[in-house]
């Protein structure tokens, strides 16, 4: 036993490292020759002072020489500033270890070397310099190269970032920069060696056998330890940014289409506000004059025909406000007793007793969605069945027809009404859009019905010629589908 702690301690003596023992009081208890030699101590002079000895008093050096070590990611080892018996200060690499004596006491061992002397750093195997300079745990990818893309380090992340596998020499990747005009695509280090230097520039850099990423390109260009001109940079992963970048500009363009919709549909409503109010305030004047009862009857009915104008107008506000903003609803649907009550609710319309009434319903499956909604629907079609119908040419039909699938309903409302012209089908589902100044609508409903159905994931056409009636098909995906298909795609992502 004693011939090998000999032995032991003619190695460490004999070692280019200097190694320092610190017992549980912070007092240095054993040093060798080396250690000596780097601080100008005799190891008489050294022994049973405090460690701190060695240590220069300026805090704020000391400090930022181990967030630099923070940084870099270097656990055991540290980047330090220490004083010799001179007053010279030197930056010094410490590699500590710990230890407990025969009572139980911990020991702390310091092993020492010059961070400027590379020969006395690799004689005991550590990585060079730059190396340890360059943390193993930050979340950057961190690489040098040389001018002609030789790989000459990475760190674990940049590894995993670019897929490089070990033993990598070289940098093939490409990279593409978009900028005003058009994108360019060029290898990554022609872009390091006309650049020089690289602040922050968002790329689209592409990996071997793998999807390219977005990805932050910092570089600047640095003398290796052979007097070689290469290239330091740092590879920050951008994805994450891109997609919230994405989203916002997603968001932003969903806002000013809303704007555009708000302005549109405040301009229309105070119009379609203004008109009925108008014509009512004009009669009341009117009906103070006259004094003939006929005639002050005539006025009467044609302010409630104004009112329920307005009333009709009110209530799609409603309707479409609401399809805006609140979620969309699992009900389960049966069609028969819906439609049928549709129907009942629109008795009082002109001409509704001479129109006849069909419903055919093939539902043997199970459906679900927002009942609300359906019923938003079905109540502006069937309406706009009623009021363009035809009554006085022909008898007038409304035919309403559902199938339901395991997956999804198909509805026709079919009339024999006026019909809609071939240059007016593919505006009738806008804002506020009427065939002709003579029609009574709002120019809501159809509006209404589409922005409804996109809310429920459904959709609308319709088929229609003039003065032969309209046929509108309407198919909705059965809520419980539908979530099935929106699981399914969270998780594909």
Not at 38 to 62: A, M, V
Not at 137 to 166: D, M
Not at 413 to 432: A, L, Y
Request: proline share 3%.
């Amino acid at each position: 036993m004693i011939q090998t702690e000999r032995l032991l301690n003619t190695i460490i003596d004999a070692a280019n490292l200097g190694v320092c023992m610190v017992d549980h009081r912070n007092k240095i208890i054993d040093v060798n020759d080396f250690f000596c030699k780097i601080f100008e101590y005799d190891r008489e002079e050294l022994l049973q002072k405090p460690y701190s000895t060695l240590q220069p008093e300026n805090y704020k050096e000391r400090a930022n020489l181990y967030y630099q070590n923070f940084v870099e990611g270097n656990q055991n080892t540290a980047l330090r500033q220490v004083m010799t018996k001179s007053g010279k200060r030197k930056s010094v690499y410490t590699f500590t270890a710990t230890s407990e004596d025969e009572f139980g006491n911990v020991l702390k061992i310091y092993n020492v070397i010059e961070a400027s002397d590379k020969t006395e750093s690799s004689s005991i195997g550590s990585q060079p310099p730059h190396e340890l300079m360059i943390g193993n745990n930050v979340k950057s990818g961190i690489l040098r190269c040389s001018q002609e893309g030789e790989l000459l380090y990475a760190n674990p992340h940049a590894r995993t970032l670019l897929f490089l596998p070990a033993g990598s020499k070289s940098l093939q990747n490409e990279v593409t920069i978009y900028n005003e005009n058009s994108p360019r695509k060029l290898p990554l280090v022609q872009l390091l060696n006309e650049e020089r230097f690289i602040d922050n520039l968002s790329v689209l850099l592409e990996r071997a056998d793998h999807p390219p990423f977005w990805a932050l390109l910092s570089a600047s260009t640095a003398i290796n330890e052979d007097g070689q001109v290469c290239f330091d940079m740092t590879v920050v992963n951008q994805e994450d940014q891109k997609l919230l970048e994405r989203k916002l500009n997603k968001k932003l363009e969903e806002l000013k289409n809303a704007n555009k919709n708000l302005d549109h549909f405040v301009y229309g409503a105070t119009h379609d506000l203004k008109a009925p109010l108008a014509s009512i305030s004009g009669l009341i004047n009117i009906l103070r004059r006259e004094e003939n009862p006929v005639q002050k009857e005539q006025y009467l009915q044609m302010m409630e025909k104004s009112i329920h104008r307005l009333n009709e107008f009110i209530k799609e506000i409603v309707d479409y406000s609401r399809n805006a903003n609140q979620d969309v609803k699992r009900d389960n649907i049966d069609f028969q007793p819906l439609i049928e009550e549709v129907f009942e609710s629109m008795a009082h319309m002109e001409n509704a007793s001479k129109v006849e009434k069909v419903i055919q319903i093939e539902q043997e499956y199970p459906f679900q969605t927002d009942a609300h909604r359906l019923k938003v629907v079905l109540n502006n079609l069937i309406s706009n069945a009623y009021k363009y119908s035809s009554t006085h040419r022909r008898d007038g039909l409304i035919e309403v027809r559902v199938k339901v699938s395991p997956h999804k309903a198909t509805i026709h409302v079919n009339d024999n009404g006026q019909g809609i012209g071939k240059s007016h089908i593919e505006k009738i589902f806008e804002m506020f859009f009427r065939a002709s100044e003579g029609q009574t609508g709002t120019g809501l409903g159809l509006y209404i019905v589409k922005e409804t159905l996109d809310k429920m994931h459904g959709s609308v056409h319709v088929v229609s010629e003039l003065g032969k009636g309209s046929c509108f098909i309407v198919n909705i995906p059965s809520a419980a589908t539908l979530s099935g298909a929106q699981n399914q795609m969270k998780l594909d992502i």
